[in-house]
């Protein structure tokens, strides 16, 4: 199992921005899939950007254009720009170690989880 650990999340006003890091006992590279998801209270975790082991990226629709997802070594990381109040959630990193390099946004397809970090944006 991967450890992870997530930081960087805050409170910022509409606009703004933020960087999420999640800290990796494995190295990133050796995950066939990574994963950032977020949760609002009452509602179902959804799935927000995936990287897989070559770097290909896929992002859900809400968050295209204004997310980026990367990774180091050791740490996976979410750029966060022009946030508005409905992404607002617990943001939560994942990892698959192995099995297909095809990364899905369902959360049975992952099998190591951090803490997760809040995210406020006020508007």
């Known amino acids: 199992e991967v450890q992870l650990v997530e930081s960087g999340g805050g409170s910022v006003q509409a606009g703004g921005s933020l960087r999420l890091s999640c800290a990796s006992s494995?190295?990133?590279?050796?995950?066939?899939?990574m994963a950032w998801f977020r949760q609002a209270p009452g509602k179902e975790r959804e799935g927000v950007a995936t990287?897989?082991?070559?770097?290909f990226t896929t992002y859900a629709d809400s968050v295209k254009g204004r997310f980026t997802i990367s990774k180091d070594k050791d740490t996976l990381f979410l750029q966060m720009d022009r946030l508005k109040p409905e992404d607002t959630a617990m943001y939560y990193c994942?990892?698959?170690?192995?099995?297909?390099?095809?990364?899905?946004?369902?959360?049975?397809?992952?099998?190591?989880w951090g803490q997760g970090t809040q995210v406020t944006v006020s508007s």
């Open positions: 994942a990892a698959r170690k192995w099995g297909s390099d095809t990364c899905s946004d369902r959360t049975y397809d992952y099998d190591s």
């Open positions: 494995v190295h990133t590279f050796a995950a066939r899939c």
């Open positions: 990287i897989n082991v070559d770097f």
